[in-house]
């Protein structure tokens, strides 16, 4: 195997196993527990910051959930998940990491930018940003064109997990995105292997 994954499954780690099931490639989990576990000297040597996810692929490290998409797409192109517009998919797939990570945060955090410091946090307020979002989940089926790309893994689960949890809005036109990707063998068998790891419930 020339894939090494790190993960939990309550993490973004998830997002990662949906697309090295989009990939079809093998891979190697290690599944890693939150506190000692993550911050072990072995498992800060391949990320600093003691979390998770990270993969190893041919001895190369890449962390951070959307750097890992884009990374995977480029080393595996006959997946076919580069996505038909490149300027698209660069766009949609960092300001998903960017404006739309951090302006769910604060709301999950409760915090509430002032208006007159909108301009210093760079996303504006949730509402632009979902503004956005909606606009460009509304071009076409997907996010970098006609065809499924890496991005849409990265971005789809953004949009999917912020509706559950109540971060972001269901407006019609995200509701229809997440729609065309929620049942995708791929995201179906990486939810499957994920719970299948959930700490089991005492009782």
Same mark, same amino acid.
């Given at each position: ?10 993490? *973004?780690?998830?997002?990662? #196993? =949906?697309?090295?099931?989009?990939? %079809?490639?093998?891979?190697?989990? &290690?599944? /890693? ?52 517009? *490149?300027?698209?998919?660069? #766009? =949609?797939?960092?300001?998903?990491? %960017?404006?739309?990570?951090?302006? &769910?945060? /604060? ?97």
């Amino acid at each position: 195997m020339t894939i090494t994954f790190w993960t939990n499954p309550m993490s *973004r780690g998830r997002i990662v #196993r =949906w697309m090295l099931e989009e990939l %079809g490639q093998p891979y190697e989990t &290690v599944v /890693l527990a939150y506190g000692p576990e993550m911050k072990s000297p072995d498992y800060l040597a391949v990320n600093p910051m003691g979390k998770v996810p990270a993969i190893r692929h041919d001895g190369r490290v890449v962390t951070e959930a959307a750097a890992i998409c884009a990374y995977l797409a480029e080393a595996f192109p006959q997946a076919g998940l580069q996505g038909e517009d *490149r300027a698209a998919f660069f #766009r =949609w797939l960092f300001f998903a990491a %960017g404006p739309v990570e951090q302006a &769910v945060t /604060l709301k999950s955090l409760g915090v509430t930018v002032p208006a007159e410091r909108e301009g210093t946090v760079g996303f504006g307020t949730l509402s632009h940003v979902l503004d956005a979002l909606e606009t460009a989940v509304s071009a076409h089926p997907y996010i970098a064109g006609e065809a499924f790309s890496a991005a849409d893994v990265y971005v789809g689960s953004q949009i999917g997990w912020g509706m559950m949890f109540g971060t972001i809005e269901p407006r019609p036109a995200l509701v229809a995105y997440w729609d065309r990707l929620k049942d995708r063998p791929a995201r179906l068998r990486a939810d499957e292997m994920d719970n299948a790891l959930m700490p089991k419930k005492e009782g």
